[in-house]
């Protein structure tokens, strides 16, 4: 267990049921749709902003850009600015990226597999009251 101190008030870290604990931070990063999906494209190599927009359907441009801009902040993801005219960014998975790949694919995996069954419970619950 490792503890921090902010304003001299320790915080216990890597307890994510404690409200103050920064793994809740993590978890909302990584529990993202959105990461979930610019990993996936990412573990197939490094992309530009325009072909992670264009291979993951329904992401706006805005929510593209803080979630990349989020995922670097966090160490996931290396941005490379290439002094070329015109200028290509590139983005790519650090090595933490990578790691995530695994539970990552296993979260999608599984929603492929139960997709039938939750559809199913979903209209079962939406129309228990109407019989």
Avoid: N
Avoid at 1 to 10: G, L
Avoid at 44 to 73: C, H, N, P, V, Y
């Amino acid at each position: 267990m490792v503890t921090t101190s902010t304003d001299s008030v320790p915080t216990i870290l890597g307890s994510p049921y404690r409200a103050d604990c920064p793994t809740r931070r993590i978890l909302d990063r990584i529990g993202d749709r959105w990461t979930v999906l610019i990993v996936g494209v990412l573990a197939e190599g490094d992309a530009r902003f325009s072909e992670l927009r264009r291979r993951i359907e329904g992401i706006s441009q805005k929510m593209l850009t803080q979630t990349l801009r989020g995922l670097e902040r966090d160490g996931l993801v290396r941005r490379t600015v290439h002094p070329e005219v015109p200028v290509r960014v590139e983005y790519a998975l650090t090595d933490a990226g990578r790691s995530l790949q695994a539970p990552l694919r296993a979260l999608q995996e599984w929603s492929i597999e139960h997709l039938t069954d939750v559809m199913t419970s979903q209209q079962k619950y939406d129309h228990a009251d109407d019989g």
